[in-house]
């Protein structure tokens, strides 16, 4: 296989910046207020949105509705922290047509009643149809839920059916546990937390693999070797693409399909995999890079083993990335610095 071809993305995640206002223990895109503060610049955003705009499809409930899978969402990091370019965002996407619009947030900027109504009508009015309100136990250590719950309350009266709490579960646990503030993991898992966390989506990808990989069972190298990513790689539904253009599918953070700022191009053309050895051999299976890694750079397989076939990807790129420089798939590279 030398070329593939990324097919149309039919939703899509615009991550303004990588810059959030906590550091998540489970974040896939290992968002974090270190983060440089680098945020997509409105040429950028424009040019994307407008390439997106006869590819993103509506949910099946129609374009004024929202699904987590479907249409179009702003995302981070947290797009609040930057309210004027994530206006412009919506205000550029209505007016282009996309269809099911929505803004992923943690909540942080909900301190009282007024503002956060405000602000929330002034998106709806822009044209933002929906909004996705998280809730876990992670986010929870550093957002005080007060402001999750103003945020729900006041988002339901003004989007109706178009609020998504992700996820719903730990929203009452929350309420029914009379929660105030924050809560550190730690006195969650002491609260007899740990029982609910079967069904938390928590996808071992990401920060998760570092900052919580005592949750999970480890397994050798050799369990995963076998293990293919095409058709993660390839998908065409819920794509990431981030502030610097990067184009990201699979929730595979740190891996850049190409410039998603000509995606008109890149669908057209394709990617030559001889341009991007690590993702040549992603799409043979993980024992290709594993012995790539091997081979070429020297690394070693983790003696505590892994808990995903993403932690030992994750892993081995990292370890790459520490090294060198050359390969433009593993990209940003700030991302690999945020991981622990
Ligand atoms: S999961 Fe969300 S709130 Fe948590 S660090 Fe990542 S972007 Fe921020
Ligand atoms: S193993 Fe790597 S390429 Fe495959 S899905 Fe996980 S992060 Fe993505």
Same mark, same amino acid.
């Given at each position: 296989?030398?070329?593939?071809?990324?097919?149309?993305?039919?939703?899509?995640?615009?991550?303004?910046?990588?810059?959030?206002?906590?550091?998540?223990?489970?974040?896939?895109?290992?968002?974090?207020?270190?983060?440089?503060?680098?945020?997509?610049?409105?040429? @950028?955003?424009?040019?994307?949105?407008?390439?997106?705009?006869?590819?993103?499809?509506?949910?099946?409930?129609?374009?004024?509705?929202?699904?987590?899978?479907?249409?179009?969402?702003?995302?981070?990091?947290?797009?609040?922290?930057?309210?004027?370019?994530?206006?412009?965002?919506?205000?550029?996407?209505?007016?282009?047509?996309?269809?099911?619009?929505?803004?992923?947030?943690?909540?942080?900027?909900?301190?009282?009643?007024?503002?956060?109504?405000?602000?929330?009508?002034?998106?709806? @009015?822009?044209?933002?149809?929906?909004?996705?309100?998280?809730?876990?136990?992670?986010?929870?250590?550093?957002?005080?839920?007060?402001?999750?719950?103003?945020?729900?309350?006041?988002?339901?009266?003004?989007?109706?059916?178009?609020?998504?709490?992700?996820?719903?579960?730990?929203?009452?646990?929350?309420?029914?546990?009379?929660?105030?503030?924050?809560?550190?993991?730690?006195?969650?898992?002491?609260?007899?937390?740990?029982?609910?966390?079967?069904?938390?989506?928590?996808?071992?990808?990401?920060?998760?693999?570092?900052?919580?990989?005592?949750?999970?069972?480890?397994?050798?190298?050799?369990?995963?070797?076998?293990?293919?990513?095409?058709?993660?790689?390839?998908? @065409?539904?819920?794509?990431?693409? @981030?502030?610097?253009?990067?184009?990201?599918?699979?929730?595979?953070?740190?891996?850049?399909?190409?410039?998603?700022?000509?995606?008109?191009?890149?669908?057209?053309?394709?990617?030559?995999?001889?341009?991007?050895?690590?993702?040549?051999?992603?799409?043979?299976?993980?024992?290709?890079?594993?012995?790539?890694?091997?081979?070429?750079?020297?690394?070693?397989?983790?003696?505590?083993?892994?808990?995903?076939?993403?932690?030992?990807?994750?892993?081995?790129?990292?370890?790459?990335?520490?090294?060198?420089?050359?390969?433009?798939?593993?990209?940003?590279?700030?991302?690999?610095?945020?991981?622990?």
């Amino acid at each position: 296989m030398k070329r593939i071809f990324p097919p149309k993305p039919v939703s899509a995640g615009i991550i303004l910046s990588y810059r959030c206002t906590g550091e998540c223990r489970h974040c896939m895109y290992a968002c974090s207020p270190r983060w440089s503060d680098d945020w997509i610049s409105e040429n @950028d955003l424009y040019r994307i949105l407008s390439q997106l705009s006869d590819k993103i499809l509506p949910t099946p409930f129609g374009r004024d509705r929202v699904g987590i899978n479907y249409g179009l969402h702003f995302t981070g990091g947290e797009p609040f922290l930057n309210f004027d370019l994530l206006l412009r965002g919506v205000e550029m996407a209505k007016n282009l047509g996309i269809p099911s619009i929505f803004v992923e947030t943690n909540s942080f900027w909900c301190i009282d009643d007024e503002s956060t109504r405000r602000r929330l009508e002034v998106l709806r @009015d822009a044209g933002l149809n929906g909004i996705l309100v998280s809730v876990n136990p992670f986010l929870i250590e550093h957002i005080p839920f007060e402001r999750i719950m103003r945020d729900v309350e006041i988002s339901e009266q003004i989007f109706g059916e178009n609020l998504i709490v992700y996820q719903e579960l730990f929203y009452h646990l929350f309420k029914r546990m009379n929660l105030t503030d924050r809560l550190s993991f730690e006195e969650y898992l002491k609260m007899g937390g740990a029982k609910w966390l079967g069904f938390a989506e928590l996808i071992p990808m990401g920060r998760a693999c570092y900052r919580l990989r005592n949750l999970f069972h480890k397994y050798p190298a050799q369990v995963f070797l076998k293990e293919r990513c095409k058709s993660s790689l390839l998908r @065409d539904w819920h794509i990431h693409i @981030d502030n610097y253009g990067n184009y990201m599918t699979g929730y595979c953070g740190g891996i850049s399909l190409g410039d998603a700022r000509n995606l008109n191009q890149l669908i057209e053309d394709g990617i030559d995999l001889d341009d991007r050895p690590i993702l040549k051999a992603l799409m043979k299976n993980l024992g290709e890079l594993y012995d790539f890694a091997v081979k070429e750079f020297g690394y070693r397989e983790r003696p505590d083993g892994y808990i995903s076939k993403c932690d030992l990807c994750l892993d081995m790129r990292k370890y790459i990335v520490e090294q060198t420089d050359e390969f433009k798939e593993l990209s940003p590279r700030e991302f690999y610095k945020h991981l622990l």
